[in-house]
T-cell receptor, first 115, second 113 residues
Framework: KAGVTQTPRYLIKTRGQQVTLSCSPI?????VSWYQQTPGQGLQFLFE???????NKGNFPGRFSGRQFSNSRSEMNVSTLELGDSALYLC??????????????FGEGSRLTVL | GNSVTQMEGPVTLSEEAFLTINCTYT??????LFWYVQYPGEGLQLLLK?????DKGSNKGFEATYRKETTSFHLEKGSVQVSDSAVYFC????????????FGAGTILRVKS
């Protein structure tokens, strides 16, 4: 069973640019969550999508957005990049239905560097 | 709101030493508690969990007990190995619904041979 796949794995952007990151969940998983990981802040929740609808949202500015497609694949977008957006962006998938067991399946992440 | 506090690292131990990583939480309601581990270059993976007070989660020699009275979920292992070197995250399930976890800052563990 293929795991969670994130692309690209590494990317470098300059301030003011925008970036789109992609996540393919485990087959059959309908919930996709995004987290930002930085050395200073740890893991911060960005948002969660289930069946193409945003179900939860973290405390990030509107420059951070996401969407989910009918095949459960998800993308997140960051516009007008700032230096502080440099981080590892992690995608996690889960079944999404019924009681949440707490098990999220994480991808290896997309490492974004903003210069 | 919900939050998780972990002991700061890095924690450096010799092989076969006893490990404790402290974790305390603040939450509304009765969250489930988790330990996730991130090995170098990999994504996070669930290590163990406990869903109610006094439950003990265990896996791969690691243990943690859900202590409601002290709002704690400390991770322990009796004898660490070099292969246990990783970042360990304590987390709780959010009361907001959906599949959301609130994570601690993470603790780096380095085990020397």
């Amino acid at each position: 069973k293929a795991g969670v796949t994130q692309t690209p794995r590494y990317l470098i952007k300059t301030r003011g640019q925008q970036v789109t990151l992609s996540c393919s969940p485990i087959s059959g998983h309908r919930s996709v969550s995004w987290y930002q990981q930085t050395p200073g802040q740890g893991l911060q929740f960005l948002f969660e999508y289930f069946s193409e609808t945003q179900r939860n949202k973290g405390n990030f500015p509107g420059r951070f957005s996401g969407r989910q497609f009918s095949n459960s694949r998800s993308e997140m977008n960051v516009s007008t990049l700032e230096l502080g957006d440099s981080a590892l962006y992690l995608c996690a998938s889960s079944l999404g239905q019924g009681i949440f067991t707490g098990e999220l399946f994480f991808g290896e992440g997309s490492r974004l560097t903003v210069l | 709101g919900n939050s998780v506090t972990q002991m700061e690292g890095p924690v450096t131990l010799s092989e076969e030493a006893f490990l404790t990583i402290n974790c305390t939480y603040t939450a509304t309601g009765y969250p489930s508690l988790f330990w996730y581990v991130q090995y170098p270059g990999e994504g996070l993976q669930l290590l163990l969990k406990a869903t109610k007070a006094d439950d003990k989660g265990s896996n791969k020699g690691f243990e943690a007990t859900y202590r409601k009275e002290t709002t704690s979920f400390h991770l322990e292992k009796g004898s660490v190995q070099v292969s246990d070197s990783a970042v360990y995250f304590c987390a709780l399930s959010s009361s907001e619904g959906g599949n959301k976890l609130v994570f601690g800052a993470g603790t780096i563990l380095r085990v020397k041979s």
